[in-house]
T-cell receptor
């Protein structure tokens, strides 16, 4: 059983809809991420939260809006998406430390949310 | 800039045989971590194995081992005794430091295990 859970697993939405993806991590980690995986493209980092503060936003369109209410939960709010936004959205978490260790560097992923925009 | 290269888009292996998935990377940093993930068709990205740049011994985790050649900047994944359930996409990834938020991924290799 994965330590990072995502809901819903599948979502179909129209371009005018508003929906949200939810992520919860049960690992006690201090950093959470949203990644986008499109067909035939490498994983793209969208957002990073460390200690509940956003530390990185890789020029993601404003129709994607993240929210991190606490260290265990992460949301991705979706609004007026385009068909090209259809992809697998992966949530992840890690316990980031200054030292070098497997636990301090590994990013653990959830099962992903398959999004289709029609 | 970091770059991860996986030159094998697809690989086939007979059940119970070993297979090597290639990965090369490019970085000027001295401290970094190398990772392999497995992604079945369901979508979940499953962590398999980790190798630190300062680790002198190759990492092993059950049937997975990482053939780390630092001078060549390669980190190949070896899967021994392949099973049908090993059929999936495999991604090599690198992270420079714990404070580097982005983990860079290769394009992946699709492994198919034949019965």
């Amino acid at each position: 059983e994965t330590g990072v859970t995502q809901t819903p697993r599948h979502l179909v939405m129209g371009m005018t809809n508003k929906k949200s993806l939810k992520c919860e991590q049960h690992l006690g980690h201090n950093a959470m991420y949203w990644y986008k995986q499109s067909a035939k493209k490498p994983l793209e980092l969208m957002f990073v939260y460390s200690l509940e503060e956003r530390v990185e936003n890789n020029s993601v369109p404003s129709r994607f809006s993240p929210e991190c209410p606490n260290s265990s939960h992460l949301f991705l709010h979706l609004h007026t998406l385009q068909p090209e936004d259809s992809a697998l959205y992966l949530c992840a978490s890690s316990q980031d430390t200054q030292g070098w260790s497997q636990d301090g560097n590994t990013i653990y992923f959830g099962e992903g949310s398959w999004l289709t925009v029609v | 800039a970091q770059k991860i290269t996986q030159t094998q888009p697809g690989m086939f292996v007979q059940e119970k045989e070993a297979v090597t998935l290639d990965c090369t990377y490019d970085t000027s940093d001295q401290s970094y971590g190398l990772f392999w993930y497995k992604q079945p068709s369901s979508g979940e990205m499953i962590f398999l194995i980790y190798q630190g740049s300062y680790d002198e011994q190759n990492a092993t985790e059950g049937r997975y081992s990482l053939n780390f050649q630092k001078a060549r900047k390669s980190a190949n994944l070896v899967i021994s005794a392949s099973q049908l359930g090993d059929s999936a996409m495999y991604f090599c990834a690198m992270r420079r430091r714990a404070v580097d938020n982005d983990m860079r991924f290769g394009a992946g290799t699709r492994l198919t295990v034949k019965p």
